[in-house]
């Protein structure tokens, strides 16, 4: 099941930078190695995996804010592993030695109790997890349906449209770790924006409107999974119908 709140999920990064360096057959092992295989990032996109070191400072902010929010008796031993991994992580860069955190008692206690930090915010807010299995299939046709889109004729910039709505989509999926539900929403609002605005375009080709509802089965899907609430469930209907007429 994949973690909701901000402190799961940044536990959930931290543990996997863990496990990379744990499995890892180079020593040292960069930092920079095990953030491009956790957030799918090729060779070269320099600037990109820079933005995600941002990206997870930025989460660390998030759970002291989320943290702090819930205004709980013994809120400084929540926030302690949070500043103790943001201070840790700070002294970091992209070329640092991740193999180093394995053996930073000081670390890996904060993981321990970061785990309590991140039960403490789920209780509170009585929020359920989101089922990772059903996300993976999701995740799954988004790529299958993008494959099949690179391969198939269409005007350029219908082609562009589509590409552009698939990869919103896909990366959402992998920022998962980062920005959560709110992410994936905004993803599937944006790709429905996107599609009722190039509604009259898409309809002109057979391959484009069959893909168009394919995107339409993928939004619902993920719909169903997040509960992205009344107003997206609201606006599926008549745009599906309008496309299939």
């Given at each position: 099941?994949?973690?909701?709140?901000?402190?799961?999920?940044?536990?959930?990064?931290?543990?996997?930078?863990?496990?990379?360096?744990?499995?890892?057959?180079?020593?040292?092992?960069?930092l920079k190695s095990c953030l491009m295989e956790i957030f799918q990032l090729d060779n070269g996109m320099e600037?990109?995996?820079?933005?995600?070191?941002?990206?997870?400072?930025?989460?660390?902010?998030?759970?002291?804010?989320?943290?702090?929010?819930?205004?709980?008796?013994?809120?400084?031993?929540?926030?302690?592993?949070?500043?103790?991994?943001?201070?840790?992580?700070?002294?970091?860069?992209?070329?640092?030695?991740?193999?180093?955190?394995?053996?930073?008692?000081?670390?890996?206690?904060?993981?321990?109790?970061?785990?309590?930090?991140?039960?403490?915010?789920?209780?509170?807010?009585?929020?359920?997890?989101?089922?990772?299995?059903?996300?993976?299939?999701?995740?799954?046709?988004?790529?299958?349906?993008?494959?099949?889109?690179?391969?198939?004729?269409?005007?350029?910039?219908?082609?562009?449209?589509?590409?552009g709505n698939l990869e919103t989509i896909r990366k959402a999926f992998v920022d998962f770790k980062i920005h959560g539900i709110d992410g994936l929403r905004k993803a599937i609002?944006?790709?429905?924006?996107?599609?009722?605005?190039?509604?009259?375009?898409?309809?002109?080709?057979?391959?484009?409107?069959?893909?168009?509802?394919?995107?339409?089965?993928?939004?619902?899907?993920?719909?169903?999974?997040?509960?992205?609430?009344?107003?997206?469930?609201?606006?599926?209907?008549?745009?599906?119908?309008?496309?299939?007429?």
């Amino acid at each position: 099941m994949k973690a909701v709140n901000s402190a799961a999920r940044l536990l959930n990064i931290m543990q996997e930078i863990i496990e990379k360096a744990k499995s890892s057959k180079k020593f040292p092992y960069a930092l920079k190695s095990c953030l491009m295989e956790i957030f799918q990032l090729d060779n070269g996109m320099e600037s990109e995996l820079h933005y995600k070191v941002g990206e997870i400072h930025y989460l660390i902010s998030v759970v002291r804010e989320d943290v702090i929010s819930l205004a709980l008796d013994d809120e400084e031993e929540f926030l302690k592993p949070v500043n103790t991994i943001a201070k840790i992580f700070s002294k970091y860069n992209i070329d640092s030695d991740a193999t180093k955190l394995l053996t930073n008692d000081e670390f890996n206690t904060a993981l321990i109790e970061l785990k309590f930090c991140a039960l403490a915010i789920k209780n509170e807010r009585n929020e359920s997890k989101i089922d990772e299995s059903a996300l993976d299939q999701i995740y799954n046709q988004v790529e299958e349906i993008h494959n099949f889109s690179l391969g198939v004729e269409l005007p350029k910039e219908l082609k562009l449209i589509i590409i552009g709505n698939l990869e919103t989509i896909r990366k959402a999926f992998v920022d998962f770790k980062i920005h959560g539900i709110d992410g994936l929403r905004k993803a599937i609002e944006s790709s429905l924006g996107s599609l009722i605005i190039n509604n009259e375009s898409i309809k002109k080709s057979d391959d484009g409107r069959n893909i168009a509802k394919k995107l339409f089965g993928i939004i619902a899907n993920i719909n169903q999974v997040i509960n992205l609430g009344k107003s997206g469930k609201e606006l599926l209907g008549p745009i599906i119908n309008n496309f299939l007429e």
